[in-house]
């Protein structure tokens, strides 16, 4: 699977939005990127995916640039539940279906 | 609450000694994957098996094996343990072999 790269960690204030990027500059056509966030004392947890359009669901957004090279998870409104390591994934929607992680971000919320 | 559920949440034990770690997947999935977690080397991929079959094997040791029985609940069993192998070891579960994944909570190994 492509690499992906993602700032060690982040912080936010509280109720504010928050901006994860992902840059994946050799992504391919069949990619597809996968968000999965690993809260403290927990497993990992899915966010979201999307190929090539913007994604919403009720935890997050996915902003995707328009040359796939890069990601952008979006947290509305963060709260103090929202901190944990969040983690950009590549996947080939014809390969396997493992998941390869990364060192993620580590997202960190002020009060 | 993912619906997947690993036994025991923590053990302890010495160098040396066998254990096994058990997962039971979501109902109705029929993937399972094992990962392990440690300190420096993040989340790794072990193994994966599908409807009682090895479908995808990644850096798992030969000391570590792992089967899935019948009624799809798996274990992974480790053995000749040494300090490093003290670890979160997760196990995650889809539906035939389809993304999302599913992680339990794990079991938090510790090698002494």
């Known amino acids: 699977d492509a690499k992906t790269t993602q700032p060690n960690s982040m912080e936010s204030n509280e109720e504010e939005p928050v901006h994860l990027p992902c840059n994946h500059s050799?992504?391919?056509?069949?990619?597809?990127i996968h968000w999965y966030r690993q809260l403290p004392s927990q497993g990992p947890e899915y966010v979201i995916h999307?190929?090539?359009s913007n994604v919403n669901n009720r935890m997050a957004s996915l902003a995707i640039a328009e040359d796939r090279k890069s990601s952008t998870l979006i947290l509305h409104r963060a709260t103090l539940r929202d901190a944990a390591v969040y983690y950009c994934i590549l996947r080939d929607h014809f390969g396997n279906e493992k998941l390869t992680f990364g060192t993620g971000t580590r997202l960190t919320i002020i009060p | 609450d993912s619906g997947v559920t690993q036994t025991p949440k923590h053990l302890i034990t010495a160098t040396g000694q066998r254990v096994t770690l058990r997962c039971s997947p979501r109902?109705?999935?029929?993937?399972v994957y094992w990962y392990q977690q440690s300190l420096d080397q993040g989340l790794q991929f072990l193994i994966q098996y599908y409807n009682g079959e090895e479908r995808a094997k990644g850096n798992i040791l030969e000391r570590f094996s792992a089967q899935q029985f019948p009624d799809l609940h798996s274990e992974l069993n480790l053995s000749s343990l040494e300090l490093g192998d003290s670890a979160l070891y997760f196990c995650?579960?889809?539906?035939?072999?389809?993304?999302?994944?599913?992680f339990g909570n794990g079991t938090r190994l510790t090698v002494t």
């Open positions: 995650a579960s889809s539906v035939a072999g389809r993304l999302p994944l599913h």
């Open positions: 109902s109705g999935d029929l993937s």
């Open positions: 999307g190929l090539t």
């Open positions: 050799t992504i391919s056509g069949t990619d597809y």
